[in-house]
Structure formats: structure tokens, C-alpha cells
Nanobody, 123 residues
Framework: QVQLVESGGGLVQAGGSLNLTCTAS?????LAWFRQAPGQARLSVAL???????TYTPSVKGRFSGSRDYEKNVVVLQMNSLRPEDTAVYYCAASPSVNPWTDYTSEKDFQYWGQGTQVTVSS
């Protein structure tokens, strides 16, 4: 079992920046950030697969950047040039093992979730 603890959400004006941190209690093949706005589905934002480059959903490319510390089991999402449409609850997710039949872009691909952290961007 993997426990995930997120931190770093908050309120920021449009154009501002926030960093989100997710600390996992154990090793995972894939870690990811998802976000869910009110009334909307939970969607992938950034994906960190073991020993691969971080990938991003198109709407955040060029604005968000991620890093992964394999020794500390930590992933960080640096969010720049934030927009009101980035407002959502952000969740960290983990999949401990490899599944060759998935691309890890759906919430169904992840077995463990953090409690979520609110990010609010004011216009």
C-alpha cells in the first residue's frame, strides 16, 4: 500500500505561480497529478513514469513543469502562468506496478490517491 501526502495548494492571482509536492510512502512505477474542477471529471495533468520524462496534458504544457526524486519518493509540480481555468482540487495518484496495457492517463489506472489540495486562481 502507498500513502500519498500532498501540499502546496492555495490562492493565487492569475499569472502567478504555485508548487505542489506529493510525498509517497513507498516506491511506485507511476505517479501523477490529476485535477478536478466542480462538476467536472478528474483529469490527468502530469505523469511521472519510472525513469521516463514527465509528460503533461496539452493545456498546461509550457506553463507547468514536474520533477521526481526517486530516493525520497517525491514528485513536484511547478505551476507558472496560472489561469482561472486551472482552479481545481489537485490530487496525487500512484500505481505501484507496471501495467503494459495502459498509458496511465485515466484515473482508473491508479490504485492510490492523496487527499487532494485546492488550487484557486483569481482573475
Amino acid at each position: 500500500q502507498v500513502q500519498l501526502v500532498e501540499s502546496g495548494g492555495g490562492l493565487v492571482q492569475a499569472g502567478g505561480s504555485l508548487n505542489l509536492t506529493c510525498t509517497a510512502s513507498g516506491r511506485a512505477y507511476a505517479l501523477a497529478w490529476f485535477r478536478q474542477a466542480p462538476g467536472q471529471a478528474r483529469l490527468s495533468v502530469a505523469l511521472y513514469k519510472w525513469n521516463e520524462r514527465t509528460t503533461y496534458t496539452p493545456s498546461v504544457k509550457g506553463r507547468f513543469s514536474g520533477s521526481r526524486d526517486y530516493e525520497k519518493n517525491v514528485v513536484v509540480l511547478q505551476m507558472n502562468s496560472l489561469r482561472p481555468e486551472d482552479t481545481a482540487v489537485y490530487y496525487c495518484a500512484a500505481s505501484p506496478s507496471v501495467n503494459p496495457w495502459t498509458d496511465y492517463t485515466s484515473e482508473k489506472d491508479f490504485q492510490y490517491w492523496g487527499q487532494g489540495t485546492q488550487v484557486t486562481v483569481s482573475s
